[in-house]
Every structure is written in C-alpha cells, then in structure tokens.
C-alpha cells in the first residue's frame, strides 16, 4: 500500500479553485518531485497533505489514516509528517537548539538530559553541529534551512514535505541544502518536494508530477518525463525553465 | 522658600511613595496579566466574549480614571461590595492598564507572522503550546517601549487615587501641605520623588529588556 494517497482532491479559495480533482501516490521511500508554474496549485496541495489547509473534497491518506484539519490525533500525525518551507521560519527568540529541542520535549516528552544530544544528533547530520548555541539571525539562509530541516528530523517523521526549500536562496548557498536533501534521500526517507531545482528533480527523483492548472498534467520518472514530454504545456515548461 | 520644615515629615513621604509604588506594580502585574488573557481570547474567544472584551476595553479607555476609581469607591458598596480606599484603587488602576494592556499585547501578537504559528502546529504543538512558547515572547518583545511608557503614565496615574484618600504619595502631600501651608515645597519635593521613582523604573525597564530580550533581530 502506498504511504500518502491522494484522491480526487479538490480546494477552493473563494471563487478560485485550485485543486481540481488531484490523484497521487506515494510509496514508501520514494522521492517525488512536483513541478510546475506559479499558481498551478503545487504548493497548495503539499499543504494540505499535512492539514494546513483543508479540503473541500476527496481525500488524503497517509499510512492509510484519512487527513483532515479536524481529525482526532492532528497532533501525532504531525509529528510524523515534517514540512519545511521555503521561507525558513526558524523561532528567532530560540537558540538552534531549542528550535530543534522545543517540539520534542513538549510533544514527545523526552528528558532535559536527551535535549541536546538529540539535537547534536541531528545538526551532524546537516553538518551543523558547530551552530547549536547560535542565535537563528546569526545564520546564512542556506544555514537556516538546514537547521529547519534538522527540526522536522528530530521529530523522526516517517515522510518529509518540502516547499520550494531553496527558492528563498542565495544561488552559492542551493547546494549545501539540496546535498542535505539527497543525503537524506539516500536514507531512505519518503520525501515530496515542490521545487524549481530541475537538476535535483532529474537526477534524485524517483518521479517527476508536473501540475498544470489544479491537475495533475503529466507524471513518470524524470528521465523519461524530461526525454519526451507528452503535453505541449510540459513541454513549453521544460524550454521555460532550461 | 523653607524645605527645613518638611524634614520632619519625611516618614509620610516615604509611606506615602511605598504605596504609590504598591499600587503602581498591583496594577501593573494584574494588568498585564488581564492583557495576555484578554488579547489572547481577542484573537480565539467566541463572539459573546470578543464581544465583552471589546466593551470592556471601550469603557475604560473612553472615560476618565477618576470616575472609575470614585464608581468603584462609592457605588459598590450600594451593591453590596465595600472596598476600603487602597483596595479600591487598586482594583480600578489594574482594570484600567488592562484595558490599554490588551489593546498593546494584541499589537504584538498581530506583529508576529502567521508561519510562525504555522511552523509550530506542523511540529504538533498545541495552540497553547505554540502562542505560549512561538508567539507571545517575541511579542512581548514587539511591544515592550508601548508597555514602558503605558507604565509610567500608570505610575502617575495613581496620584488620582488620593480622592479616595488611599494613602499614596500625592494623599501624603495634601496631608503635610495643610499642616505646614508650605504647598510650593510640598509639591517640588513629591515632584522630584515622582520624578526619581519613573527614572528609576525606566533604568530597571531597560535592564529586563536586556535581559529577557536577548535575541537579535533583523531591522
């Protein structure tokens, strides 16, 4: 059985639908890559396969528990499904290590004593351990998202979700974050990422969706998605963004 | 110009700054308190209490604090609830820096940015949780200046509570002027303490600040 199943989603904000009947499958370990332009409805559906916004019809499952903003045990689901964001949003009033630290005492309710070595933990393996008392703003961008990334691992999620992670970047700081990506990758962590970086999408990928207007357009692995796009929209994305 | 005569009262003077400062943190703490609560149920409460609030926060800062402090003083007690002096002013400063209380916190709460909470609920936080420990701290460091001055306008503020005679600094002026008929030096000197005590806090103010607010900010 597929880790995250999508079916038929549909989401409206306002008058302007978004998603327009969207299905997906993800199975465990895999690396799949959303592409598509501005507007097409990428971003969105991320967000609601982990209940930040709310569907108006369809339905989302992962690790087959049915998603919603309402369901029962958010809170737990939510500590399997880690998201980052493109914009960071690293706590600036905590260290590195309560950022890392502050779910998983409250949440998991782990030991003082297991703070910090969980956290050593999980910055050596962004290669940040030498940062665990900096202050968030002390931090370059790419420094900041590996933090963040550090934050979602520390709460040991089964599934990763990352929105446009290197779009808020500066060009000389897109490889430290997209290594940390495919080391992790490499570990067999299922990932969905919507992102711009076609080179992390052909090469890490294991399947490629391309959304177009709130559907999903065209979807295969990425050699072949990239090789012979089907649709003339594909095809005109791919000439757009070489 | 005699201030020798007043050096015999100066037991007042010190009581009576000791229960302007009394009266001045009661209302602070209580204020502040009636302010996270009230801006917090501002932005989660239902309807009926947003409702409330909103009323609540109107009154008292549509209308003079020395009403305030004579309702509470004299018509209670025909309600059947008596204060004594101290007390009742203690109760009318502390719902009138909630009232201004509410509306600053809420200022800092509405200056966070709604990832941050987003970036909290997808770690599984509560929303307690998360406006406890993501939101409320950098919003209180937001709108900590607005607080300060909120205080010291309060600490002066308290002056108005000798029209109910509850003891403070300016009560014990009015007493020790109508003994000694020395108003110009009575009043210099009550100045300067006035003066002394918001330097004072405005000096502690910036040493807290330094000291809960220790994060760099972008700006």
């Known amino acids: 059985m597929?880790?995250?199943?999508?079916?038929?989603?549909?989401?409206?904000?306002?008058?302007?639908?978004?998603?327009?009947?969207?299905?997906?499958?993800?199975?465990?370990?895999?690396?799949?890559?959303?592409?598509?332009?501005?507007?097409?409805?990428?971003?969105?559906?991320?967000?609601?396969?982990?209940?930040?916004?709310?569907?108006?019809?369809?339905?989302?499952?992962?690790?087959?528990?049915?998603?919603?903003?309402?369901?029962?045990?958010?809170?737990?689901?939510?500590?399997?499904?880690?998201?980052?964001?493109?914009?960071?949003?690293?706590?600036?009033?905590?260290?590195?290590?309560?950022?890392?630290?502050?779910?998983?005492?409250?949440?998991?309710?782990?030991?003082?004593?297991?703070?910090?070595?969980?956290?050593?933990?999980?910055?050596?393996?962004?290669?940040?351990?030498?940062?665990?008392?900096?202050?968030?703003?002390?931090?370059?961008?790419?420094?900041?998202?590996?933090?963040?990334?550090?934050?979602?691992?520390?709460?040991?999620?089964?599934?990763?979700?990352?929105?446009?992670?290197?779009?808020?970047?500066?060009?000389?700081?897109?490889?430290?974050?997209?290594?940390?990506?495919?080391?992790?990758?490499?570990?067999?962590?299922?990932?969905?990422?919507?992102?711009?970086?076609?080179?992390?999408?052909?090469?890490?990928?294991?399947?490629?969706?391309?959304?177009?207007?709130?559907?999903?357009?065209?979807?295969?692995?990425?050699?072949?998605?990239?090789?012979?796009?089907?649709?003339?929209?594909?095809?005109?994305?791919?000439?757009?963004?070489? | 110009m005699n201030f020798q005569q007043l050096w015999r009262y100066q037991d007042q003077f010190i009581e009576g700054a000791l229960i302007t400062l009394a009266l001045t943190l009661i209302a602070a703490v209580v204020g502040l308190a009636i302010g996270v609560a009230g801006a917090a149920l501002l932005r989660s409460g239902s309807k009926p209490v947003r409702l409330a609030i909103r009323s609540y926060i109107e009154i008292f800062r549509n209308t003079p604090s020395l009403i305030q402090i004579f309702l509470i003083f004299f018509v209670l007690p025909a309600a059947g609830l008596k204060l004594p002096a101290f007390e009742a002013a203690a109760v009318a400063l502390s719902l009138y820096f909630g009232a201004y209380a509410i509306e600053i916190v809420r200022a800092g709460l509405d200056s966070i940015p709604k990832s941050q909470v987003e970036a909290g609920q997808c770690l599984g936080l509560t929303r307690w949780e998360v406006f406890r420990h993501i939101v409320l701290p950098p919003a209180l460091r937001n709108v900590y200046p607005a607080f300060t001055s909120q205080f010291v306008l309060l600490l002066l503020g308290t002056s108005l509570a000798s029209q109910v005679a509850a003891g403070e600094l300016f009560h014990a002026a009015s007493f020790i002027e109508s003994r000694t008929y020395r108003s110009f030096e009575v009043y210099a000197v009550v100045c300067a303490?006035?003066?002394?005590?918001?330097?004072?806090?405005?000096a502690l103010f910036a040493v807290i600040g330094l000291a809960a607010f220790r994060w760099p900010v972008r700006r």
């Open chain 1, 2 to 242: 597929a880790l995250v199943e999508i079916r038929d989603v549909r989401k409206s904000f306002g008058q302007v639908e978004v998603l327009k009947g969207v299905s997906l499958e993800v199975k465990e370990g895999e690396i799949v890559t959303i592409i598509g332009r501005s507007g097409s409805g990428k971003s969105t559906l991320l967000r609601c396969i982990n209940a930040l916004e709310k569907i108006d019809s369809g339905s989302i499952t992962v690790e087959g528990q049915a998603v919603s903003a309402g369901m029962a045990n958010l809170r737990q689901f939510r500590q399997r499904v880690g998201i980052v964001f493109q914009a960071f949003n690293l706590f600036p009033h905590l260290s590195v290590e309560k950022n890392i630290t502050l779910a998983p005492l409250l949440t998991r309710k782990i030991g003082k004593a297991e703070a910090r070595p969980l956290a050593l933990d999980v910055l050596g393996r962004v290669g940040l351990a030498d940062k665990i008392d900096a202050w968030p703003e002390r931090l370059s961008g790419g420094q900041q998202q590996r933090v963040a990334i550090a934050r979602c691992l520390a709460m040991a999620p089964h599934l990763m979700l990352f929105d446009e992670v290197t779009s808020a970047l500066d060009p000389e700081l897109v490889g430290e974050v997209l290594k940390v990506m495919e080391d992790m990758a490499r570990q067999g962590m299922t990932m969905i990422l919507v992102t711009h970086e076609m080179g992390f999408a052909r090469n890490v990928a294991n399947k490629i969706v391309f959304m177009h207007q709130g559907k999903v357009w065209e979807e295969g692995p990425p050699a072949e998605l990239f090789a012979n796009p089907k649709t003339p929209e594909l095809r005109s994305f791919i000439n757009s963004v070489k």
């Open chain 2, 193 to 202: 303490i006035y003066f002394a005590m918001v330097i004072a806090f405005k």
